[in-house]
C-alpha cells in the first residue's frame, strides 16, 4: 500500500526566504506526482505535475523535483512571500487514483 | 468559468437525512475523481469515472455512498442516512486521459452532519 509522508507538518519563514518542502512515498512505481496548494476551507490548486520519467519541473518561483528511486521529491519555493502561506500537499499517481500526503503548512512573515 | 466547479458549497444536514452533491468537470476532461478530505489530512480517495463508467470504487465508499456520471458529464455523489463521521470536505476532480494527466480540482462542498 502506497504511504506519502510530508516533512514538515508546519513551517514558518520570514518572508524573502528560499524554503524546501519535502514528499516521501513508499512505493516507487507511479505514473506522476504533483503538487497542490490548498488554502484554508477551500479546494486545491495544481502547482506543479511532474511525469514519472522527469527529474523536475518549474513554474515562475517553484521548482519540483523527483526522485523515484529513492522515493522522493522536493518542492523548492524562492524568495517567499506572505501570500505563499498555505497548506501544500503532495501526491502520487498509480492506477486510477492519486494517494495524498496530509500536507505541509506553510506561514510566511511579512 | 471553466474549471471543475461544486455544487453546494455548504450543506448543514440532520443526521439520518440524504445529501446529494454535484461536480461539473472541465468540459473534455473523461476522468472524474470522488476524494473526501478531513481536518488536518490529505484527501482520501473515493471513487473514479471514466467517461460514464464507475471504474473504482474506494472501501472508504459505504453501501450508503453511491455516485453516477450519467452521460460522462457531469457526476453526483449521494450520501443516504447521514451520520455525523460523514462530516468532511468532499472534493471533485477531473484530467484528460490522454496527454498531460494533470488533475484539477473544485472548491470542495463542505458537509457537516448534525
Known amino acids: 500500500k502506497q504511504e506519502v509522508t510530508q516533512i514538515p507538518a508546519a513551517l514558518s519563514v520570514p518572508e524573502g526566504e528560499n524554503l524546501v518542502l519535502n514528499c516521501s512515498f513508499t512505493d516507487s512505481a507511479i505514473y506522476n506526482l504533483q503538487w497542490f496548494r490548498q488554502d484554508p476551507g477551500k479546494g486545491l490548486t495544481s502547482l506543479l505535475l511532474?511525469?514519472?520519467?522527469?527529474r523536475e519541473q518549474t513554474s515562475g518561483r517553484l521548482n519540483a523535483s523527483l526522485d523515484k528511486s529513492s522515493g522522493r521529491s522536493t518542492l523548492y519555493i524562492a524568495a517567499s512571500q506572505p501570500g505563499d502561506s498555505a497548506t501544500y500537499l503532495c501526491a502520487v499517481k498509480r492506477n486510477n487514483d492519486m494517494r495524498f500526503g496530509a500536507g505541509t503548512r506553510l506561514t510566511v512573515k511579512p | 468559468d471553466t474549471g471543475v466547479s461544486q455544487d453546494p458549497r455548504h450543506k448543514i444536514t440532520k443526521r439520518g437525512q440524504n445529501v446529494t452533491f454535484r461536480c461539473d468537470p472541465i468540459?473534455?476532461?473523461?476522468?472524474l475523481y470522488w476524494y473526501r478530505q478531513t481536518l488536518g489530512q490529505g484527501p482520501e480517495f473515493l471513487t473514479y469515472f471514466q467517461n460514464e463508467a464507475q471504474l473504482e470504487k474506494s472501501r472508504l465508499l459505504s453501501d450508503r455512498f453511491s455516485a453516477e456520471r450519467p452521460k460522462g458529464s457531469f457526476s453526483t455523489l449521494e450520501i443516504q442516512r447521514t451520520e455525523q463521521g460523514d462530516s468532511a470536505m468532499y472534493l471533485c476532480a477531473s484530467s484528460l486521459r490522454q496527454g498531460i494527466p494533470e488533475a484539477f480540482f473544485g472548491q470542495g462542498t463542505r458537509l457537516t452532519v448534525v
Open positions: 511532474i511525469q514519472s520519467s522527469q
Open positions: 468540459s473534455e476532461h473523461n476522468r
